[in-house]
């Protein structure tokens, strides 16, 4: 379907400018978890250009974008990096490509149940379902953090819910059902 | 005036003091919120991460819901404002888009009637209200006070108001209540959102970088727009000093509480005695 | 109409038109039209046999009207006039559809293109058979030039033409002339120093007896056309008689505000008073009084110490502006450039730590004269020991600027090799891509790469301050790695812009601008030099960014533009105008507000609008805009025109 790997990213809203690249690395420059990754921001597009898919979508320097947009803002060719991260977490996601890492894939797809479940977020819930997801001895971490937050009245203890929950599920299916594309 | 109040989840939670300053402050203001009804969680960060096409759905049911009643929508989270701005470009810019969320919306009984405007609550303040009538409006100045303010990104990034390396709106609102805004080049920075939770490593010294940086210039505490970045730098405070072996105790309040007090509201209307580190020593400056 | 005899040329532009338009069906097809006797295609229309072409069938076919569809008749409209002229024809009996711009290069699709070729084509059959003659008008040239703006190319321009010996007017905004060339240290690839080549030119300008140096002064007014401009000047007063003064500087010792006002020549590095003298090598050599600062100007209370300190009685308070007014044949524009303002762009934190300087500020501090000295100095005075020296900012980017402003790559090497020379700092120098292409460019960037410049390929992203030390984030990308460099000193080579009243400049001459602010040339491989409108031209960087050797070859250049049509003697302006008929004209006044170039009046007697033939430039917004029809265009008329529209639309 897609020609190669950049043609699939361009395809995607914010993805299209990806060829407009000149490698200056002003993306690297401006992230705050660049120093932390083997493949850096402006290293992605390379690779990405490079048609190495599986390389990019393996990585899990993709899952270490802060959302901050810094490089989107400075980038002087106006690519949408972030919005590019984003496509590339979907695609890693969804044909199950990244590397093993219990911790992201919990975090991530708890927030996604429970908006399913609820239509809404609630800290407590979620931190909860991410310990038990991943190792239950990470409770006794959060413990004293959640123990402040409950005393100082920032948790919520009745799980919120929305009238029309029904609603938001089935949008969420059908969207999921389109591939997510 | 009339707006359309989309809180976010945090709103009814961890950031519960926001909540209760804006009510407040809002009511001195004349503001008339009326929440969107039976609005959902925006995605965040998370959704986007997860599919493209649930991260358009969820923002556009706001929007959807936002449009059958009159007025502009206020959103007093960083990361909402930026998701249900970021739909609205979407949606215009691409045709892709605008389609898939019609046929989805036309199967789940939902129709988009009309684009309301979205917009900060800053934003709605400095711009419906205004510096001068707040100047007027203001019973304790925050005189002696000094602060840092910190926009933190998904205000300014990539789709806000102000100016994205240095922006200006929460300064000029400090400085007209009275406080004095000492320079802080990490306006800005990003203070690492949830990866603080999956990957705290990361998240800490970016906290870190803003909390040592409030600290250095001398300032009493760090002003902030989002609940996001009020929980990363208030909540982690202690494990972030832990790691880093630093003993900072910065307070962190939302630009809505010092508001209030400023306008004469009691502390315990604004959800001040909710923050981990506690803001009231600092605020005896001002008595 | 009938008993005319068309001939209709397709030309193929090589591939340019026929790639994508059948060139040979659109000339079958005209070859049916009415009218039409010949219907020719050829690959170069333009070229000698194409020309030959069309004057041999005027000959041998009596043709008496021709249609060439080719370019856009911008460039070779007057190639084909001469060519019809040579046959024989008037040029005017010529009409030109527009096959290239309009038709192949907007689109791949070559049938749409062969029919839209094919209608054009009509069109302008239709409409040539009611062109005439029209007789070009031919006028006197004045012999003098006005040069606008003194930096190093308007000086070039100035100096060449006066060398010939013709009256020039050069005028410059500043007190004193020189430029940006002025404020440089030393001079890429060769190290010259800039004044030692630029303050002889100067001298040069206030010797050479054919220059009338107006400095502090702006035009205001242009009017008129190429051969015969007038040109009006506004000279602000300088409050100093330039025949006492002799530029020995007591009055700035005297002037009570000394030492505290920026000055604008070392970039804010230095601090002056009211009452100054620009720099030691200023040309003048006058003193200046600064009437936003002297506080007699301003508060109308002073000491008056610079009054009682000179001794040549050269300070006068009472002096006023004056206006003067100039005729000219030709104008050169040479207004050169500003430098980005680095505040625009907070995350290099200019204007927030002391150490963040941008190049010209670089320049004056390693300048002899400058306000150090000469010395690469920090803020505390100290020298520093590590520097970092950033490309592009401001340009080469969507945010700012997205031309490539030419010469900070040169200028970068070479602040770099300054910093080399003068202290024992490490240098690092960010780069997106390196650009030494001049003569001897590469060469010098070998040569500094070799005096140790740790040359880094990653565009500086961002300036911070950790632990009381700037540092510089960016990624070093041939490493791969994300990379904080602390540094001491940040230089911030930053883009060159068009000025900020381009736009005003542009309006006053009449001119354009390019997409990028410059001011916009005739044709940027071809035609360089010259403007849109006849008898301006453009010299040095107001055209687009450029270094020294470039500015002074378009000075060059300009400067033999104008003696050219010096040298000729007479000019032909185009004969298209517009024109009132009397009878029809209701007085109401719609066009006197509406034309671009000031050649309507109302006549007070007859209460009917006049126009200045000499005046007008023929764009036709009056004959447009005319709510009883009483405007006509000459070669642009309602018959033409419509019969033109029918033609696209059979």
């Not at chain 1, 009245?153 to 819910?161: H, K, Q, T, V």
């Amino acid at each position: 379907m897609y020609k190669d790997f950049t043609d699939e990213i361009m395809s995607y809203p914010g993805g299209e400018k990806i060829m407009a690249c000149m490698q200056c690395g002003t993306c690297t420059g401006s992230c705050p978890t660049s120093h932390a990754m083997q493949y850096t921001p402006r290293r992605l597009i390379s690779l990405i250009r490079a048609n190495q898919r599986e390389t990019v979508l393996k990585s899990l320097d993709i899952w270490k974008c802060a959302s901050c947009y810094t490089c989107t803002a400075r980038c002087p060719r106006g690519i949408k990096f972030t919005d590019i991260m984003y496509i590339l977490k979907t695609l890693a996601w969804k044909d199950q490509l990244m590397e093993e890492n219990k911790d992201i894939t919990a975090f991530y797809s708890a927030f996604q149940d429970l908006i399913a479940k609820r239509g809404r977020m609630n800290e407590s819930e979620l931190v909860l379902k991410y310990s038990l997801k991943t190792n239950p001895a990470k409770l006794l971490e959060f413990g004293p953090l959640g123990m402040k937050m409950v005393l100082k009245g920032r948790a919520a203890i009745i799980p919120p819910s929305i009238r029309n929950q029904k609603q938001v599920q089935k949008i969420l299916e059908l969207a999921k059902e389109r591939g997510g594309e | 005036m009339i707006y359309q109040y989309y809180p976010g989840c945090s709103l009814h939670a961890s950031a519960r003091d926001y909540d209760e300053s804006v009510q407040g402050v809002v009511k001195s203001l004349a503001m008339e919120l009326k929440e969107v009804p039976d609005w959902n969680c925006c995605g965040a960060t998370i959704t986007p991460s997860l599919n493209q096409l649930q991260s358009q759905i969820l923002p556009a049911r706001n929007l959807a819901l936002a449009a059958e009643n009159r007025g502009d929508v206020v959103v007093p989270c960083n990361a909402c404002y930026m998701s249900l701005k970021k739909i609205q470009y979407n949606m215009a810019k691409y045709k892709v888009v605008r389609e898939k969320v019609t046929e989805i919306f036309g199967q789940a009984g939902l129709r988009l009637t009309g684009m309301p405007k979205v917009r900060h609550l800053l934003e709605v303040i400095l711009e419906d209200v205004g510096l001068e009538k707040i100047k007027q409006m203001v019973k304790k100045p925050l005189k002696d006070l000094k602060v840092v303010n910190y926009s933190g990104c998904q205000l300014v990034r990539p789709l806000g108001f102000d100016n994205p390396e240095d922006p200006q709106a929460l300064d000029n609102l400090m400085s007209a209540l009275g406080a004095e805004v000492l320079p802080f080049s990490q306006k800005t920075h990003c203070c690492g959102g949830s990866l603080i939770t999956t990957q705290p490593d990361l998240a800490f010294q970016m906290v870190d970088s803003i909390l040592e940086e409030s600290r250095a210039v001398g300032a009493d505490m760090v002003v902030v727009t989002c609940p996001m970045c009020q929980l990363n730098l208030d909540a982690y405070q202690d494990q972030v000093n832990r790691k880093f072996n630093r003993t900072l105790q910065v307070p962190i309040t939302y630009f809505t509480q010092l508001m209030g007090l400023a306008l004469g509201l009691n502390k315990n209307q604004l959800g001040l005695q909710r923050g981990i580190i506690s803001p009231f020593k600092a605020l005896e400056k001002i008595g | 109409m009938s008993g005319q005899k068309i001939g209709v040329y397709v030309c193929h532009c090589g591939s340019n038109i026929n790639g994508v338009v059948n060139c040979s069906k659109v000339a079958e097809e005209a070859a049916q039209l009415d009218g039409v006797v010949v219907s020719k295609d050829y690959k170069y229309m333009c070229s000698d046999p194409g020309q030959e072409m069309i004057k041999a069938d005027i000959k041998e076919k009596g043709l008496d009207r021709v249609v060439v569809a080719a370019c856009s008749p911008r460039m070779h409209e007057p190639t084909f006039r001469k060519a019809l002229e040579g046959g024989g024809l008037n040029g005017y009996l010529l009409e030109m559809a527009n096959i290239r711009e309009h038709v192949s290069w907007v689109t791949k699709d070559k049938e749409e293109a062969t029919k839209k070729a094919l209608a054009l084509v009509k069109g302008a059959v239709n409409r040539v058979k009611y062109h005439q003659p029209i007789e070009e008008k031919e006028v006197p040239v004045n012999d003098a030039t006005l040069v606008i703006g003194a930096g190093i190319a308007g000086i070039q321009a100035a100096l060449q033409v006066a060398e010939a010996g013709h009256k020039v007017y050069l005028i410059e905004k500043k007190q004193y002339i020189g430029g940006n060339m002025a404020k440089f240290d030393k001079t890429f690839p060769t190290l010259d120093c800039a004044a030692c080549i630029l303050t002889p030119k100067m001298v040069d300008v206030g010797q050479n007896p054919n220059i009338e140096l107006y400095t502090s002064s702006e035009v205001i007014k242009v009017d008129g056309y190429v051969g015969n401009f007038t040109v009006t000047v506004k000279e602000k007063p300088r409050y100093i008689n330039h025949e006492k003064c002799t530029g020995c500087g007591d009055c700035a010792t005297a002037c009570i505000m000394k030492n505290r006002i920026p000055h604008e020549f070392d970039e804010g590095l230095s601090k002056r008073g009211a009452a100054y003298i620009p720099f030691p090598q200023a040309v003048p050599l006058k003193a200046v009084i600064d009437d936003q600062n002297c506080l007699l100007l301003t508060r109308k209370k002073c000491t008056l110490a610079c009054v009682k300190a000179c001794g040549r009685k050269a300070i006068n308070f009472n002096q006023h502006e004056t206006i003067h007014e100039f005729n000219v044949g030709s104008i050169i524009l040479a207004t050169g450039f500003d430098l980005f303002d680095a505040k625009r762009a907070p995350q290099y934190g200019y204007g927030r730590y002391p150490n963040v300087i941008n190049g010209l500020q670089f320049e004056r501090m390693t300048n002899a004269s400058g306000p150090t000295s000469g010395h690469i100095l920090l803020e505390d005075g100290t020298e520093p020991k590590s520097v970092a020296i950033i490309h592009c900012v401001g340009s080469r980017d969507e945010n700012y600027n997205k031309y490539c402003s030419r010469v900070c790559c040169m200028s970068s090497v070479k602040f770099a090799h300054m910093v080399k020379d003068h202290t024992d700092a490490e240098v690092y120098e960010f780069y997106i891509d390196m650009r030494t292409f001049g003569k001897g460019y590469e060469e010098f960037y070998n040569r500094v790469q070799e005096e140790g410049v740790h040359f880094i390929r990653g565009k500086g992203a961002e300036v911070a301050q950790k632990n009381g030390r700037l540092v510089v984030k960016a990624e070093d990308t041939l490493l791969g790695q994300y990379r904080e460099i602390p540094v001491d000193l940040v230089i911030l080579n930053t883009a060159l812009e068009p000025r900020v009243d381009a736009e005003k400049v542009a309006q006053t001459l009449g001119i354009s601008r390019s997409a990028d602010g410059f001011f916009l040339e005739s044709h940027i491989k071809l035609d360089p030099v010259t403007t849109t409108t006849d008898g301006i031209y453009l010299a040095g960087c107001c055209q687009s960014p450029k270094d020294i050797p470039d500015s002074v070859a378009q000075g060059s250049a300009a400067a033999s533009q104008s003696l050219a049509i010096i040298a000729t003697g007479k000019v032909k302006i185009s004969p298209i105008s517009a024109s009132v008929d009397e009878n029809q004209c209701a007085g109401c006044r719609i066009c006197v507000g509406l034309c671009p170039y000031r050649a309507i009046k109302l006549n007070e007697e007859t209460l009917r609008a006049e126009i200045n033939q000499a005046v007008c430039k023929g764009c036709g917004t009056c004959a447009a805009a005319c709510p009883s029809g009483a405007i006509k265009v000459s070669h642009f008329d309602n018959d033409q025109l419509l019969a033109q529209i029918e033609g696209v639309l059979a």
